[in-house]
T-cell receptor
Framework: AQSVSQHNHHVILSEAASLELGCNYS??????LFWYVQYPGQHLQLLLK??????LVKGIKGFEAEFIKSKFSFNLRKPSVQWSDTAEYFC???????????FGKGTKLSVIP | AAGVIQSPRHLIKEKRETATLKCYPI?????VYWYQQGPGQDPQFLIS???????DKGSIPDRFSAQQFSDYHSELNMSSLELGDSALYFC??????????FGPGTRLTVT
């Protein structure tokens, strides 16, 4: 069975600080990887995705993630966070031939102005 | 751009009642998914449909059933509701097995 591990439960940063959220997955095959963001009281929004090709993927709002196959990791990064990035971030994995998304437990990001 | 539509947005039911949640996918999307998110939890996959056929099944209780109709909208039927069913129910849609776009969710409260 596939699983996703997010290393940090809650991260607190000051504005303009750099962000890296860790994500490791377990799956015995080709994977598709995603990061979703959930602002308070809102639905999940897709930040970025990886299906194949360049392991460094860029998403919306200045976020990027790097797929490192040897480490089963897909860490999310942003060079300079803003107060509006305060939200919960979920890493998710899906087998390439399957439909089901498996989510990590999420990381709450609080950005202090 | 058009998004996934879910109705109702909020629903309050009593124990042992039934509930029906509706989902309207993004136009031209042929796959619909249902997820359950408990308070402070990550979303858990329930079931999915591709071209009106069940395509995958997760941790969906036997008391729940779902289907996808000819216009691609989907309904999640929940019977004999329990307090533990109180959660946010998300629907998502995609084109085949590509990235999933989530709706705003239906918040179900069982009293």
């Amino acid at each position: 069975a596939q699983s996703v591990s997010q290393h940090n439960h809650h991260v607190i940063l000051s504005e303009a600080a750099s962000l890296e959220l860790g994500c490791n997955y377990s799956y015995g095959g080709t994977v598709n990887l995603f990061w979703y963001v959930q602002y308070p009281g809102q639905h999940l929004q897709l930040l970025l995705k990886y299906f194949s090709g360049d392991p460094l993927v860029k998403g919306i709002k200045g976020f990027e993630a790097e797929f490192i196959k040897s480490k089963f990791s897909f860490n999310l990064r942003k060079p300079s966070v803003q107060w509006s990035d305060t939200a919960e971030y979920f890493c998710a994995v899906k087998g390439a031939g399957s439909y089901q998304l498996t989510f990590g437990k999420g990381t709450k990001l609080s950005v202090i102005p | 751009a058009a998004g996934v539509i879910q109705s109702p947005r909020h629903l309050i039911k009593e124990k042992r009642e039934t509930a029906t949640l509706k989902c309207y996918p993004i136009p031209r999307h042929d796959t619909v998914y249902w997820y359950q998110q408990g308070p402070g939890q990550d979303p858990q996959f329930l079931i999915s449909f591709y071209e009106k056929m069940q395509s995958d099944k997760g941790s969906i209780p036997d008391r729940f059933s779902a289907q996808q109709f000819s216009d691609y909208h989907s309904e999640l039927n929940m019977s004999s509701l329990e307090l533990g069913d109180s959660a946010l129910y998300f629907c998502a849609s995609s084109l085949v097995r590509y990235e999933q776009y989530f709706g705003p969710g239906t918040r179900l409260t069982v009293t």
